[in-house]
């Protein structure tokens, strides 16, 4: 008896410790400041609009994360709830390693168990050939949410943790809403998708291909709209 309990208190001792690694999605905030700049694309088939925010992430992770490059895609639900329709790219204005396979300095240093908290500038691009069925979608979903607006989005990330020696890409799905009255994005859930150590790979690829498996693989919550249920990912 005296050695089961010994083993059980190891296993979870070592149980604990081990999921005291286990990577934690931090909660994301992003507010917009003031009113965006908004003009056409380099090939006038897209509007960019530029969007001054306040950026806040709760880091529960006992780990330092330097961010060096970082693209979100943002999807809503088809009126039937049968499938998500792609509706913007964003990318931080500021970050200059989105392709590179070197590190250089990182834009955001998210320190461990802390809230990160930055002014940062973001630029989200929206097709043009799509955007009257954008607005109207978004503007059906404002109305029967009382300015909540639920999204799905897709993240890429290039980090490297700790002391720039390991690099990491990650793939992320998150449920995200979008209150029009205070101009607030909240990330509610979010799962890791992928986590590629070791190596870099092409960001601007990986979020074209994450953006097409949300868009062919990927189905909304009949109910609510969201993508995640008990963290799990919803397929067709």
């Not at 607005?135 to 404002?142: E, K």
Request: hydrophobic content about 45%.
């Amino acid at each position: 008896m005296v050695a089961i309990a010994i083993g059980a208190t190891i296993l979870a001792t070592f149980t604990g410790f081990i999921l005291s690694f286990a990577p934690k999605i931090p909660v994301f905030e992003v507010v917009v400041l003031r009113p965006p700049l908004v003009w056409f694309g380099e090939s006038w088939t897209e509007l960019k609009i530029e969007l001054h925010t306040e950026i806040k992430v709760q880091n529960e992770n006992i780990i330092k994360s330097d961010v060096h490059a970082v693209i979100f895609d943002f999807y809503f639900p088809s009126s039937d709830h049968g499938d998500f329709v792609h509706f913007g790219h964003a990318e931080d204005k500021f970050q200059n390693c989105v392709n590179c396979m070197t590190p250089i300095n990182g834009f955001w240093k998210i320190l461990p168990r802390e809230l990160f908290q930055v002014h940062d500038t973001i630029v989200l691009r929206i097709p043009l050939p799509n955007l009257w069925s954008i607005i109207t979608s978004l503007f059906y979903q404002a109305v029967r949410g009382g300015g909540i607006i639920k999204v799905m989005s897709t993240g890429v990330l290039h980090l490297t943790t700790p002391s720039s020696s390991v690099k990491l890409t990650v793939t992320l799905i998150c449920d995200t809403s979008l209150n029009l009255l205070t101009a607030r994005l909240s990330g509610n859930d979010c799962a890791i998708h992928e986590m590629n150590p070791a190596t870099w790979k092409n960001l601007t690829l990986i979020a074209s291909q994450m953006q097409a498996y949300a868009v062919t693989s990927l189905r909304p919550n009949p109910s609510n709209g969201t993508v995640l249920i008990n963290g799990k990912v919803q397929h067709k």
